[in-house]
Nanobody, 117 residues
């Protein structure tokens, strides 16, 4: 059984930092590209960052320079460190696991991030 579970969301003031975690089970984690998406109310889900199975990371323009995506294959977990947070970063953040070799793609249930004073 595949499980993708996000954690670490919460309320943070503008300018603050937060680290999200995406813990997985039931997949060969090292063979999956891991991504973080976010969806704000009334907006479409958008890609924030991706870390490929070999370790290369890519970021959306909105995340570049402020967010860092990483992975720990031994812990089967991906992370998103978010710095200098803005109210516009408020959204539900979703973790996605995309197989590097097969047509398997899995989503977590999301974790809420709210940036507000």
């Amino acid at each position: 059984q595949v499980e993708i579970v996000e954690s670490g969301g919460g309320l943070v003031p503008p300018g603050g930092s937060l680290t999200l975690s995406c813990t997985t089970s039931g997949i060969s984690f090292g063979h999956f590209h891991m991504s973080w998406y976010r969806q704000a109310p009334g907006k479409e889900r958008e890609l924030v960052a991706t870390i490929r199975s070999e370790g290369r990371a890519d970021y959306a323009d909105s995340a570049l320079g402020r967010f860092t995506i990483s992975r720990d294959d031994a812990k089967r977990t991906a992370y998103l460190f978010m710095n200098s947070l803005k109210p516009d970063d408020s959204a539900v953040y979703y973790c996605n696991a995309d197989s590097a070799y097969f047509s398997y793609n899995y989503w977590g249930q999301g974790t809420q991030v709210t940036v507000s004073s």
